[in-house]
């Protein structure tokens, strides 16, 4: 049986090799004759850099730049001919900020700036930024300040202090700064800025808002929609991705497109599939975010088009049988559910999707599995 394991992280357990390989390692234990490819992915979030580097080669620059909080952070874009693929995660990631400092109205996504002001000095013509796993709600604002948007203070001091801007934003530098690059955001998700469907009501929680903080931190993003662009920009699929830095990036005139798209276009994810037997895919939590363009929802639809069977292994589901069926989806697999509880889930989690593995292969290789148990 040919296996293609195509994972993303499972944030704050394990990275997407990690995953991978315990996936791998369960699978054979169970099944020895199975052959599985190892595919770790990102969907524009964390790993993004990593991921293409290892598809496309290329250069890696190291630097440094502002993280969440306003202090320094490493960061590392990749430079591959005239392209750079800069991972926003790096510089205004959610994983930066401990969980007590916490505060989507303070982090700021400056850092994003100042990588694609260093790609460009560079010799970049394109910049592609990874979007996704984000701890800022600024709608691109302190990127933009990096790039020399004015008033710079208040831009990149975090997306509360959007609802009162001392002076008219005036974007001229920052276009001027990116003039001739073409920039493209790669984005994890389809939300647009503002809304329900919005950044700060649908992924402010996870970066620490309460409902009040969301409330304000919406209102705060639509005034700077208001003082930005007549336009709409705001509406378009994307632009709330990774706090609104979607929209920051439209403002540029850069364009909006799939992240998975583009990790699994680079990756030749198809080329596996077609001649593989089933696609396990995966994440920390598959959950109703994940059909909005994360990781597995991309590669199911990749083997839902080569009519290739495809599972998710994942943390935790929050997805019922019929929205995972609609997404090409034949069973999916928590290991919450195998481990019993979430704390057990998440202590030893390498070795919890060891045996997960091992029991999903046992269910789809029929007869050659061994015990499950022994896996773990
Ligand atoms: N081993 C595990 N067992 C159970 N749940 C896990 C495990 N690892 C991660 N999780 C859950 O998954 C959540 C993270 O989800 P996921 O890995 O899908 O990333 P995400 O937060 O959606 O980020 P991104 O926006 O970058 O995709 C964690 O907060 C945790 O609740
Ligand atoms: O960073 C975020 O806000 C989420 O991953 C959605 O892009």
């Known amino acids: 049986m040919r296996i293609v394991i195509a994972v993303d992280k499972f944030a704050g357990t394990l990275s997407a090799v990690e995953a991978a390989e315990a996936v791998a390692e369960g699978w054979r234990w169970a099944d020895p004759g199975a052959r599985t490819r190892l595919l ?12 293409l580097h290892t598809a496309l080669g290329g250069t890696l620059h190291e630097t440094e730049a502002t993280g969440p909080l306003g202090g320094p952070v490493p960061a590392r874009y990749l430079m591959s001919g005239a392209t750079a693929y800069i991972e926003s995660a ?3 990631g959610l994983h930066l900020v401990p969980p007590e400092r916490r505060d989507p109205g303070a982090t700021t996504s400056r850092g994003v700036g100042e990588l694609i002001a ?43 202090a959007l609802s009162a ?18 920039l493209i955001a790669a984005t994890d998700v389809d939300n647009p800025l503002l809304g329900l469907q919005g950044a700060s009501a ?7 808002a309460d409902a009040d903080q969301v409330q304000r931190l919406d209102t705060a993003l639509g005034a700077f929609a208001e003082a930005t662009d007549p336009g709409g920009l705001g509406e378009e699929a994307g632009a709330g991705a990774a706090g609104g830095l979607g929209y920051g990036m439209l403002l540029l005139g850069g364009a909006v497109e799939s992240g998975v798209a583009r990790v699994l276009g680079a990756v ?20 109703t975010q994940s059909l909005r363009g994360k990781l597995p929802h991309g590669v199911a639809q990749a083997a839902a088009d080569q009519g290739v069977a495809c599972v998710v292994l994942a943390g935790a589901v929050a997805v019922g049988r019929r929205e995972a069926a609609a997404a090409g ?46 896996a773990r």
């Open 202 to 208: 649908v992924f402010g929680p996870q970066k620490g």
């Open 329 to 374: 989806i034949c069973e999916t697999y928590s290991l919450v559910e195998a481990a019993g509880s979430t704390e057990a889930a998440l202590n030893d989690s390498a070795a919890q999707l060891r045996a997960l593995a091992a029991n999903v292969a046992r269910r789809w290789s029929g007869g050659r599995a061994r015990s499950a148990d022994a």
């Open 165 to 182: 801007l001392p002076a008219p934003v005036d974007l001229t530098a920052a276009r001027t700064a990116v003039r001739g690059v073409s």
């Open 40 to 51: 770790p992915l990102s969907d524009g979030g964390p790993g993004f850099v990593e991921v």
């Open 90 to 92: 790096q510089v205004c």
């Open 268 to 287: 030749g994810l198809a080329e596996d599939v077609a001649s593989a037997d089933l696609v396990v895919t995966g994440e920390g939590s598959f959950d």
């Open 118 to 160: 260093h790609a460009a000095a560079a010799g970049a013509r394109s910049v592609v930024v990874g979007l996704g796993g984000s701890s800022s709600n600024d709608g691109g604002a302190g990127m933009l300040a990096a790039l020399g948007a004015e008033p710079a203070d208040a831009l990149g001091s975090g997306g509360a």
